[in-house]
């Protein structure tokens, strides 16, 4: 039997995730905030440290895939943001690379968005701090601006750490790859649309397939990554979005 962590799992696209990894006779390891076999809040140092803790224990050492998963929306405030959608997302990804690759088949997904193709949003600095694991910097960089820009930053830096890693992570065997959902019928997308200064932009966002989508469609792209079938993708980020970010960037290839 595979054993995957699932970061995020209360709720949303990391329930979804779990939920469909159960069907198909997988153990999970839910980690939350609430409602999961371990609590800890990623957006602290002691918060991640419990969260090892934890996870290590239940699994003895051995995982088979991990899913970054949990994250604040962009209606929070943007220090607690980058610390949880960054610094708590990629710890959950470095800390456990060593029981990837002892596990079967080992494989990570990141959980990005669509919004991370905004690079127009991000300040400047906030990616560098990023990636230099300076995570009271990136929180000074961000402080004054609001939930939104946070948001973007910390999800463009995800994508990008997984992409760096992919020649690392590679030479241990254990594939890492990011999936990035566009409009996503979960929690997060109620909240902005119940806010009057998120919900226009929202609506507005262009979907050319033209419609949201449920958050189990979106764990599809999910399993695949983890699965078989994608035994030769490594280092990717994987749109689920109904073709945003193709309208967005249409030359980028």
């Known amino acids: 039997m595979r054993t995957v962590l699932v970061t995020g799992s209360a709720s949303g696209l990391g329930a979804a995730v779990s939920a469909r990894l159960r069907e198909r006779g997988q153990r999970v390891i839910g980690l939350d905030v609430r409602d999961a076999e371990i609590l ?9 440290e419990a969260a090892v803790a934890g996870v290590l224990d239940r699994c003895g ?5 991990v899913v970054s998963c949990a994250g ?6 943007p220090e607690p943001i980058i610390s949880v959608n960054y610094f708590g997302a990629v710890a959950m990804l470095d800390r456990f690379v060593d029981a990837l690759a002892s596990g079967d088949a080992p494989a990570a997904v990141a959980i990005s968005s ?10 400047a600095g906030v990616l560098e701090a990023c990636h230099a694991g300076d995570e009271k910097r990136a929180r000074e960089l961000l402080a004054g601006t609001d939930g939104n820009t946070a948001y973007v930053s910390a999800k463009r830096a995800l994508a990008q750490a ?16 990011t999936v990035a959902p566009g409009k996503m019928e979960t929690p997060m997308l109620d909240a902005l649309l119940a806010d009057e200064a ?3 932009a929202i609506n507005a966002m262009a979907v050319p397939l033209g419609r949201s989508a449920p958050a189990d469609e979106i764990a599809n792209a999910v399993l695949y990554l983890l699965g078989p079938d994608s035994s030769y993708v490594h280092g990717q980020v994987l749109y689920v979005d109904g073709g945003s970010e193709a309208v967005m960037r249409p030359d980028e290839v």
Not at 72 to 77: I, T, V
């Open 198 to 200: 998120s919900a226009p």
């Open 40 to 48: 800890a809040d990623l957006g602290s140092v002691a918060g991640r």
């Open 72 to 77: 604040l929306g962009p209606y929070e405030q």
């Open 162 to 177: 997984a992409r760096r890693r992919a020649t690392a992570w590679g030479e241990r065997g254990v594939r890492l790859n």
């Open 114 to 123: 669509v919004g991370g193709a905004i690079h127009q949003l991000v300040p």
């Open 61 to 65: 050492g051995t995982l088979d895939g």
